[in-house]
């Protein structure tokens, strides 16, 4: 996705809940089932409550499971929609028809304990990290203590982007801790004073320290004027053309009320 069109169709003023936007299932019923990564369920729960408030027939469930499994799951008819925080790979959209819609972008930050001196890391140091090279915050001139580095399994879509973006291709340290999901990253993180992993800019508070990147940090602001490198869309897959439930939760989720949403919960809505 080029940043300049990005940019463009970026909602950046106040925005506020539109009620007619809820129109968008009026006559629909049913159940809409959506699994996916992580990052999403916030806004998303947010988006549903709204939405089964307004029309009780509807019933939509969300779960986690993170992007590659739930690719996967749409791919073969087990879910209506996947939530996927990396765009899907060639071979997927082929294997799966897949139909993609990017509802909101969001940043991925580098977090440390919140106690950490920690303020700014280089790629060099990053990569130095979480492959294994150095083992104590110590040979990196900062306070002494044995690095305990926190990432998501393989299927994550928020490790994939991380990857990419941030460390290149490294090998990663086989004494990284593996947690499920960005709220479990916070608490590993925030619970431990040696602890560095990596999360969702949109789910990020004080139970976690941001660090910057190569001078870079991470904020709504910098995503969105390029200066900060790490970041992604937020998907939304069907497999072939959303049922209709599946394409108005889309649609709801790229209107205003949905990109109110998005932007209260910390990314930035895109509503193209």
Do not use: W
Not at 24 to 44: C, M, P
Not at 221 to 239: A, E, K, N, Q
């Amino acid at each position: 996705m080029k940043k300049i069109a990005l940019v463009c169709c970026l909602v950046l003023g106040s925005l506020v809940l539109n009620a007619s936007d809820l129109s968008l299932f009026k006559g629909l019923s049913g159940t809409l089932n959506i699994a996916g990564g992580t990052a999403h369920i916030g806004a998303e729960k947010e988006a549903i409550k709204d939405i089964m408030m307004a029309y009780p027939s509807i019933n939509i469930t969300i779960a986690g499971g993170g992007s590659g499994v739930d690719i996967k799951q749409v791919s073969e008819g087990l879910i209506d929609l996947a939530n996927a925080g990396r765009a899907p790979k060639p071979d997927e959209v082929k294997r799966g028809n897949l139909q993609q819609f990017v509802f909101a972008i969001d940043g991925i930050a580098i977090v440390v304990n919140p106690n950490s001196k920690i303020k700014n890391l280089t790629k060099k140091q990053l990569r130095a990290i979480f492959s294994g090279e150095v083992t104590d915050f110590k040979q990196l001139g900062f306070e002494e203590g044995k690095i305990n580095i926190y990432t998501r399994d393989a299927s994550s879509g928020t490790r994939s982007v991380f990857t990419k973006k941030a460390l290149g291709k490294i090998k990663y340290t086989s004494s990284a801790k593996v947690v499920a999901s960005n709220a479990a990253m916070k608490t590993a993180v925030g619970s431990d004073r040696n602890g560095i992993g990596f999360i969702s800019l949109g789910v990020a508070d004080d139970s976690v320290k941001l660090v910057c990147l190569d001078q870079k940090c991470p904020s709504v602001t910098s995503v969105i004027d390029g200066t900060y490198p790490v970041s992604r869309g937020l998907y939304m897959l069907t497999s072939g053309k959303p049922t209709p439930l599946a394409q108005a939760f889309i649609s709801y989720m790229k209107s205003d009320s949905g990109a109110a949403i998005s932007k209260k919960h910390g990314f930035i809505p895109y509503q193209k």
